[in-house]
Antibody
């Protein structure tokens, strides 16, 4: 079964750093783009960026460039989303998702269960 | 701020047909394939339509997608109570070099 399993919920204080993970299984992890998607409380979906684990080629949405870092370790089939200094406005659910093998335009066909990040003093 | 615009809500009674619109531009829907996602309450999104009008296996044929110019539509025929969810259109945007989602539409079954 193809699946993406994300790390557990996090509660952090403003200014702290954080790295959440997304582990793929059931398919060739290095050969599919992995995206990160933000959903703030009660709001819609926002595409943050993608990484190709095979060569770590990474692209960011203009809205998230410089705000987060996307990385991957293909040896353990895991992608990461990282913050160096969290803000209260980073409070959200974060999903990882696999982009279709047909191409980036064809969207995401497999989604992780989501990781809730809460940033509060 | 989404570049794809959807109506915030839509509703219908069981068995009715509901249509959701998605308005974009020449840098996204106008030249790229459209995808639709369904997000049931408290769950991760799921792909409903890809490549504008293709259904993944397991998605009922009550769901159909289409596109004309810079707009796309999702139709749900024979509305059922389990269709109550949020629906998002999405497409790649060449100007932004990014994937963009629509603003989302909440479908209510009356």
């Amino acid at each position: 079964e193809v699946q993406l399993v994300q790390s557990g919920a996090e509660v952090k204080k403003p200014g702290e750093s954080l790295k959440i993970s997304c582990k793929g299984s059931g398919y060739s992890f290095p050969n599919s783009w992995i995206a990160w998607v933000r959903q703030m409380p009660g709001k819609g979906l926002e595409w943050m960026g993608i990484i190709y684990p095979g060569d770590s080629d990474t692209r960011y949405s203009p809205s998230f460039e410089g705000q987060v870092t996307i990385s991957a370790d293909k040896s353990i089939s895991t992608a990461y989303l990282q913050w160096s200094s969290l803000k209260a406005s980073d409070t959200a659910m974060y999903y990882c998702a696999r982009h279709s093998g047909l191409g980036l335009s064809y969207g995401m066909d497999v989604w992780g269960q989501g990781t809730t990040v809460t940033v509060s003093s | 701020q989404s570049v794809l615009t959807q109506p915030p809500s839509a509703s219908g009674t069981p068995g009715q047909r509901v249509t959701i619109s998605c308005s974009g531009s020449s840098s996204n829907i106008g030249i790229k394939t459209v995808n639709w996602y369904q997000q049931l309450p408290g769950t991760a999104p799921k792909v409903l339509i890809y490549s504008t009008n293709q259904r993944p296996s397991g998605v009922p044929d009550r769901f159909s997608g289409s596109k004309s110019g810079t707009s796309a539509s999702l139709a749900i025929s024979g509305l059922q109570s389990e269709d109550e969810a949020d629906y998002y259109c999405a497409a790649w945007d060449d100007s932004l070099d990014a994937y963009v989602f629509g603003t989302g539409t909440k479908v209510t079954v009356l």
